[in-house]
C-alpha cells in the first residue's frame, strides 16, 4: 500500500455582477458581498484509487451541474476519474441562483404548474426585476460560470497532490437545531410557533457533533482541516446579500489562527430538519425575514442567542466552530495515519418515488382555483409560496406518470479509519444517526446535498405531521426510500468496507 496523498485548492466563484439568490420564495437581488464564496477541493490519492471532495458556497449542487463538471473532466490527461468527483453544497441561501435541473424525467417546477392553471386575467409578475435584466447574471450565464470555476479547483487540487496524512477527531458546537415544531392535534409545522398553548414538542433531535479530520504535509504542516456538521449554512437566509453564511466567519477565524495558507472543506451532513435558530428561546429578528413559512403572532423578548436570522446571530455561530476546531487541535490529536487504505465506491440506487393519489391531484386542482377565484389582481412569488403544497402536487403527478424510482448517486467511501456516505437529498437528521450509530466505522462522515438535489427527505413522523419540508411536493423520496437509502449505505459499510 502506498502512502497517501493529498491535494488542497480554493477558488472564489464569487460573481463579479449582481445576482438572484437561491433559496428562498421571495425573489432577491444581491446588494453586495458579505463575504467572498469559495469553492474548495481536496484531493486524496492512493495506488489506484482517488476521491477529490468538493465543497461549493451554494444552497444545492444539482444534478446538471454535476454532469456538466464531469463532462468537462472527461477524457483528461491528469488522471483524474470524472465518476469520483463529488460535489457537495453548504446550504447557503445568500448564493447566486443558476439553471438548475433534477434527476426527474419531468421538468415541471411549482410556478410552471401554477402558470397553467391562470386563468385569462391573471398573469405571474416579477416583483423584482430578474428575467432578462442586464445588470444581473442570468441562469445559464451562472451555470457556465460555475462550471469554469469547479473544474479548475479540481484539476488544481489534483495538480496540488502531495504526500501527506491525517488526523480524525471529534468536537461539539450547539449549532443545528431541529426546526419542526408539533402540536397536540399531531400537526407539524417548520418554523412553527412555540409560544402557544398547543406546542407539544420539538419533533425531533439535534446533533452539536463535529466529525473532523487534520490534514498534514510532507514536513508534518497542517494544510488543511475538514469539518462536517448537522447544520446547514443557513443564519442570513432571507438578506441582499453574497455570503457564504456561518462558514465564511468559520473560515476567517481559522485563517487567523493557522494562517491564509489553511483550507477549509465544509461538509453538511444529514440536517434536512435542522437549522441553527431555536424555536423554543426564540428571538425575534431584526432585519425583514420575508418568508411565509416564518411568523410569529405572539413573540416575547427572550434572553437567549442573538437572533440566527441576523450578522450577529451568524459571527456567533462562526466563531462556535472555529474555536471547538482549534480546541480540538490544542488539545492534542492521535498519531496521523499516513498509509490508510482508501476505498471508493459508487452507487447508482434506485430509491422509490413518493406518490400522490388521485385524490391528492383533485383536492389541489380545487384548492388552486379556490385561491384564484378569490385572488385579486395578478399573482407572484406570494402566491407561488402560498399554494406550493397544491402545485408541487401536480408536479409530482407528471414525475410518478413516467418514473417509479428515483437514480440516487450515493458515494460511501474508506479513508482509513473513517466512512464517507453522501446522498443528495436535505436528509433529516434521524436518517443520519441512524447511519452512524450503526455503522463499523471508527467514524462516520455524511455529506448531503452532494451530487445533485432532490428536495428533503422527511421521516415517517414527519409526513404524518406535515408541512413544508415533510409535503409531498417537498422531495422527491419518502420515508420508505430513506429507509432503503440508510440500509444499502450501511451494507455497504459493514459488509464491504468495514467488514467485523
Not at 128 to 133: C, E, P, T, V
Not at 384 to 404: C, D, F, H, P, S
Amino acid at each position: 500500500m502506498s502512502k497517501l496523498q493529498f491535494g488542497w485548492a480554493e477558488i472564489s466563484i464569487t460573481p463579479d455582477k449582481k445576482v438572484s439568490l437561491a433559496g428562498q420564495f421571495a425573489e432577491r437581488i444581491s446588494e453586495y458581498v458579505e463575504k467572498p464564496l469559495t469553492a474548495t477541493a481536496m484531493a486524496v490519492s492512493s495506488d489506484d484509487e482517488q476521491m477529490i471532495l468538493v465543497s461549493c458556497d451554494l444552497v444545492s449542487t444539482s444534478a446538471n451541474l454535476v454532469d456538466a463538471v464531469r463532462a468537462e473532466l472527461k477524457d483528461n490527461d491528469l488522471g483524474i476519474d470524472p465518476d469520483k468527483v463529488v460535489l457537495s453544497a453548504i446550504h447557503t441561501h445568500t448564493g447566486p441562483a443558476y439553471t438548475r435541473t433534477r434527476r426527474s424525467k419531468s421538468k415541471a417546477s411549482h410556478k410552471s404548474a401554477l402558470l397553467q392553471l391562470l386563468p385569462p386575467d391573471k398573469k405571474y409578475v416579477e416583483k423584482a426585476n430578474i428575467s432578462n435584466n442586464p445588470d444581473i447574471i442570468q441562469g445559464d450565464e451562472m451555470l457556465k460560470f460555475l462550471v469554469e470555476r469547479i473544474v479548475n479547483v479540481t484539476k488544481e487540487s489534483w495538480a496540488n497532490r502531495k504526500t501527506g496524512s491525517f488526523s480524525n477527531a471529534f468536537g461539539r458546537a450547539p449549532v443545528g437545531m431541529c426546526r419542526r415544531a408539533s402540536y397536540t392535534d399531531g400537526s407539524a409545522q417548520m418554523w412553527g410557533e412555540t409560544n402557544m398553548a398547543v406546542f407539544d414538542a420539538v419533533e425531533g433531535g439535534s446533533d452539536t457533533g463535529i466529525e473532523l479530520m487534520y490534514v498534514f504535509g510532507e514536513n508534518n504542516e497542517l494544510t488543511g482541516i475538514v469539518a462536517n456538521l448537522a447544520c446547514p449554512a443557513q443564519c442570513v437566509q432571507h438578506r441582499l446579500f453574497v455570503s457564504p453564511d456561518f462558514w465564511g466567519e468559520t473560515k476567517m477565524l481559522l485563517r487567523k489562527r493557522f494562517g491564509d495558507n489553511i483550507f477549509l472543506l465544509a461538509l453538511c451532513s444529514a440536517a434536512g430538519d435542522q437549522c441553527p435558530v431555536d424555536i423554543v428561546r426564540w428571538v425575534e429578528p431584526e432585519s425583514d425575514v420575508n418568508d411565509p413559512n416564518i411568523e410569529r403572532k405572539y413573540p416575547l423578548k427572550r434572553k437567549a442567542d442573538p437572533s440566527m436570522f441576523d450578522l450577529d446571530g451568524m459571527r456567533l455561530t462562526g466563531r462556535r466552530i472555529a474555536n471547538e476546531i482549534i480546541a480540538v487541535y490544542e488539545d492534542g490529536l492521535d498519531a496521523p495515519q499516513e498509509d490508510a487504505e482508501l476505498i471508493h465506491h459508487v452507487h447508482h440506487m434506485k430509491l422509490p418515488i413518493r406518490k400522490a393519489t388521485l385524490a391528492d391531484k383533485l383536492a389541489a386542482e380545487k384548492a388552486i382555483a379556490d385561491y384564484l377565484d378569490k385572488k385579486v389582481g395578478d399573482i407572484d412569488y406570494n402566491d407561488v409560496a402560498k399554494l406550493q403544497i397544491y402545485t408541487g402536487t401536480l408536479v409530482r403527478m407528471e414525475v410518478q406518470n413516467v418514473q417509479n424510482v428515483l437514480d440516487t448517486e450515493v458515494h460511501i467511501m474508506r479513508l482509513g479509519t473513517i466512512a464517507i456516505a453522501t446522498n443528495p437529498f436535505e436528509l433529516f437528521l434521524d436518517f443520519g444517526n441512524q447511519i452512524k450509530a450503526r455503522s463499523h466505522a471508527e467514524q462516520t462522515f455524511l455529506i448531503q446535498l452532494c451530487c445533485g438535489s432532490e428536495g428533503y427527505l422527511p421521516t415517517k413522523k414527519a409526513e404524518d405531521g406535515g408541512h413544508y419540508s415533510a409535503f409531498i411536493s417537498s422531495g422527491q423520496v419518502g420515508h420508505i426510500g430513506g429507509d432503503q437509502l440508510v440500509r444499502e449505505t450501511l451494507e455497504d459499510i459493514n459488509n464491504e468496507l468495514f467488514p467485523l
